[in-house]
Structure formats: C-alpha cells, structure tokens
C-alpha cells in the first residue's frame, strides 16, 4: 500500500512518502499532514536549530520493538564515529516534537509513550543539517 519513505532531497526537490493511489477522505487528510511532514514542512519543530535538507549517509536507524507497544518501547540505531551532535527526535502525526534525545556511537532508547495518547508516531536521527529515514510507530492502550 505504501512506496518506500523518502524525504527532502537535494535541490529542493522532494519524493512522495506514499502511493499515489489515495482514497482521500480521511486517510488522504493524514497521508497529505504526514507527506507535508516528511517533505521539511515548516510546521515540523526543528529543535536542532538546523535546516534538514539531505539523508545522513551510514546511520541505521531500525524499527522500534515492540510495534505496535502500549507504553515502553525501544529504538536501537548505529551512528558513525565521526557524526557529532545527533539527536533521536520523536514527532506526533502532526509533525509536533514530542521528544528529543542527544545519541552518539551505537546504541539504543527506551521511549516511554505512557504520557501519550494512543496513535501513529514517527521518529528520525537528525545530526549536522541532515536526516535518516523516518520510522513509524504506533501506540496502542
């Protein structure tokens, strides 16, 4: 149903984190927040203070588990040596920061969602003006 995520790219230019092939209605609504989401809208808050405007090269960022979870889950991911000032960001469907957490190396977060509500969430390494792709989460209480 879905074509493989993409964000900003350089130049300006952008590719579509979902198939064209939306129903709208609803879904559209939440397909067109999120595509305006991954494709550097201003409504994300960028607590870096950095323009994010290309894919960081050798960051793994892999999928959190469990997902879906009800209030802890974990996100691993691999960070090159040579990559200072990371951050692991956590957004809300509306591009909301809803945390931020300083990586380095290799490693892994517990995020404690027991604040949340229930819903889709989307999480990305963010380091020198760059991006990783975007993983998807979902809390489910």
Known sequence: MYAQPHIGLPGGNSA??????SQGGLLGQRQARL????????????????????????VILKQNAPNPFNNITTISYEIPTDLNDASLMIYDINGK?????????NGTVQFDASQFTSGTYFYAIIAEGKTSATQKMIIQK
Not at 16 to 21: G, P, V, W, Y
Not at 35 to 58: F, H, K, R, V
């Open 97 to 105: 920061t809803i945390a931020q957490y300083t990586i380095t190396g």
């Open 16 to 21: 579509s984190f979902f198939n064209t092939n």
């Open 35 to 58: 595509e305006a989401m991954l494709n550097n809208s201003p409504n994300i808050q960028n607590t870096t203070n950095q323009p994010i405007s290309a894919l960081l090269e050798g």
